[in-house]
Antibody, heavy 120, light 107 residues
Framework: EVPLLESGGGLVRPGGSLRLSCAAS????????LTWVRQAPGKGLEWVSS????????YYADSVKGRFTISRDVSKNTLYLQMNSLRAEDTAVYFC?????????????WGQGTLVTVSS | EIVLTQSPATLSLSPGERATLSCRAS??????LAWYQQKPGQAPRLLIY???NRATGIPARFSGSGSGTDFILTISSLEPEDFAIYYC?????????FGQGTKVEIK
């Protein structure tokens, strides 16, 4: 059983929008911290956004603040990342990850990633 | 923003050798530092959390030490599956930041 499974990546034009999904299995989203991390081709890891396990407080990197929104649907046990006003520099593999409350926002389990390509 | 600087960028070693990776923070992160391993085409894997605690299922050859601004990840005797890229990450304050990575390659 794969605990986290991302989907929704693809090719989008600059200025466009995309919504990534991360389906969770084997645990409930509302009891864990949730995080999106991205990795541009051939580059290192970059934190994007997190949601705390208590109160669902959200946090964003400056590079995406005002353009990206993290959210969750507890009934579907799914995490989302709504990405608007996409830029070429947003091209990356996007990973969702989870953490127990005591470890947040470090993460103990990752999805396999979904590739987002922003290009005209 | 806390900047994490990892050194060296690349470490060339043979199986069985000891690997010592460094992560230095631009300001104190207390013990809130994690280490991740990433192999090509795979998601990262948590190795060490809060500076010195091995994550579930991580072999004892991996150990972490340090506090404040200077941290070390040690692999006591490299196995073939340990050749990968290693990242440190701090959770002391927002924004969450990662180091740029150290690649451990086969000599």
């Amino acid at each position: 059983e794969v605990p986290l499974l991302e989907s929704g990546g693809g090719l989008v034009r600059p200025g466009g929008s995309l919504r990534l999904s991360c389906a969770a299995s084997g645990f409930t989203l509302d009891k864990h911290g949730l995080t999106w991390v991205r990795q541009a081709p051939g580059k290192g890891l970059e934190w994007v956004s997190s949601m705390s396990p208590i109160g669902a407080t959200t946090y964003y990197a400056d590079s995406v603040k005002g353009r990206f929104t993290i959210s969750r649907d507890v009934s579907k046990n799914t995490l989302y990342l709504q990405m608007n006003s996409l830029r070429a520099e947003d091209t990356a593999v996007y990973f969702c990850a989870k953490s127990p409350e005591w470890l947040f926002p470090s993460v103990d389990s990752w999805g396999q990633g979904t590739l987002v390509t922003v290009s005209s | 923003e806390i900047v994490l600087t990892q050194s060296p960028a690349t470490l060339s070693l043979s199986p069985g050798e000891r690997a010592t990776l460094s992560c230095r923070a631009s300001q104190s992160v207390s013990s809130y530092l994690a280490w991740y391993q990433q192999k090509p085409g795979q998601a990262p894997r948590l190795l060490i959390y809060d500076a010195s605690n091995r994550a579930t299922g991580i072999p004892a050859r991996f150990s972490g030490s340090g506090s404040g601004t200077d941290f070390i990840l040690t692999i006591s005797s490299l196995e073939p599956e340990d050749f990968a890229i290693y990242y440190c990450q701090q959770r002391h304050s927002w924004p969450l930041t990662f180091g740029q990575g150290t690649k451990v390659e086969i000599k």
